[in-house]
């Protein structure tokens, strides 16, 4: 025997749940009629018709709109559950696909900037070339400047000689 969905839409269950969404309201009801009537007492008694004798059908009151509104909440809960389900689940994937997104954007970027750091655009075609890449894969633009002086190669941007400091152009 297999206990899935068919065990929750139990047609017993469904009676118990229909059965606590009638009693529910008619206890909350209840309650709230016992309490207006102990409150309505308390304030009439207040005004001078003498002591509060129904004042205990306000306890009662509040006693029975617990349980009904316990009972209520019972009878619906099914309902809710269901309804918050089936409302949640496509925002909770939405949320979950939002940062996922987000993630993977910013991690993207971060590599980005990485890999930006240890490599160089041509000054010609803008096309990112390795660090260590003499000319653009690209267009085949010199990525670096070879010193008239001592002939070590520096950065394509360098303005002077990182090996013996003479002025590049
Ligand atoms: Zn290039
Ligand atoms: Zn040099």
Not at 23 to 34: S, T
Not at 43 to 55: E, Q, Y
Not at 66 to 74: A, H, N, P, Y
Not at 110 to 121: E, H, L, Q
């Amino acid at each position: 025997m297999r206990f899935n969905k068919s065990n929750i839409t139990d047609p017993k269950h469904n009676k118990t749940r229909k059965i606590l969404k009638i009693i529910g309201p008619i206890v909350l009801g209840i309650g709230i009629i016992f309490f207006l009537i102990g409150i309505i007492d308390f304030f009439s008694a207040f005004n001078g018709m003498g002591t509060p004798t129904l004042f205990w059908a306000c306890f009662v009151g509040i006693v029975f709109i617990g349980i009904g509104s316990t009972l209520t909440g019972f009878g619906f809960m099914k309902n809710v559950g269901g309804y918050v389900a089936s409302q949640s689940a496509p925002i909770l994937s939405d949320t979950v696909n939002y940062v996922a997104d987000n993630i993977s954007d910013s991690i993207a970027d971060t590599a980005n900037k990485v890999k930006k750091c240890s490599s160089k655009t041509c000054p010609k075609c803008g096309a990112i070339n390795d660090e260590n890449d003499k000319f653009c894969s690209n267009c085949g633009t010199p990525l670096t400047k070879k010193c008239p002086k001592c002939q070590n190669e520096n950065n394509i941007d360098s303005k002077f000689c990182s090996n013996c400091g003479e002025k590049l152009d």
